[in-house]
């Protein structure tokens, strides 16, 4: 796959000195487990999370932490960034070992990764500054929908848990399978009095909130 970066910048209207950062933000470790996004995902993770935190901070001076903690979760979690992800078209420029295969909004983990690593690349290309008035132009949506802070279901156990029996959900990894760059995950959870139940997804946070969510179901507290 041939990457026309030229066009990428030309969409978001961005000029990246270094191109080959762009390359490595696009490259997925199926495609090469020697140089590849991982690292650029782990640095644009932090920058990301730094500039979202500090606009909380500043659009929301009298809420308590717990509430400001609610609505960055909402902010930065795998879904809103694969929905960033999906709204300036990254799917048509990751570079997997499979050239054939086409991303979808399922492929959740892969979009949202290449997200932060893209953000990753710009921030060392472009410096703070520019870096963080980009992201506030992509969440700004998010951000404004941010006054309503909607619990994930993992999150709605736990408070339920810890309100009624002072004690965490206990979770437990069941089976893994399928290949690394696309695993299926099975986790099971409980909470005290409660039968097992079971969840799966794509990736470990994923099977738990599918497994916290069948629990919570179960008890009608959804």
């Given amino acids: 796959m041939k990457l026309d970066i030229h066009k990428f910048e030309k969409d978001l209207k961005i000029s990246i000195k270094d191109k080959s950062l762009l390359i490595e933000a696009f490259t997925h470790k199926s495609s090469n487990k020697n140089r590849n996004n991982e690292k650029l995902e782990f640095l644009g993770d932090r920058v ?30 795998k879904k809103t960034c694969c929905s960033i992800a999906w709204s300036i078209n990254l799917q048509k420029y990751i570079m997997l070992a499979d050239s054939k295969k086409k991303i979808t909004l399922k492929d959740q983990k892969i979009l949202s ?3 932060e690593a893209l953000i990753g ?9 520019f870096v963080s008035n980009l992201i506030l132009k992509l969440w700004k ?17 736990q408070e339920y848990s810890l309100g009624v029996n002072k004690k965490l959900p206990f ?13 299926r995950f099975k986790i099971s959870v409980s909470i005290i ?12 946070q994923d099977a738990q909130q599918d497994a916290a969510k069948n629990l919570l179901n179960q008890i009608g507290n959804n």
């Fill in 48 to 77: 990301i999370g730094l500039v979202l935190s500090k606009k909380l901070f500043d659009m929301y001076p009298n809420e308590s932490v717990g509430s400001l903690d609610k609505r960055f979760a909402a902010l930065v979690n």
């Fill in 113 to 115: 990764d290449t997200c």
């Fill in 121 to 129: 690349a710009i921030f060392i290309d472009k410096g703070l500054n």
């Fill in 141 to 157: 949506k998010n951000l404004e929908n941010s006054n309503v802070t909607i619990l994930d279901p993992k999150t709605k156990l």
């Fill in 171 to 183: 979770y437990k990894i069941i089976s893994s399978s399928g290949p690394k760059h696309n695993p």
């Fill in 193 to 204: 009095g409660s039968k097992t139940f079971y969840g799966y997804g794509r990736s470990k």
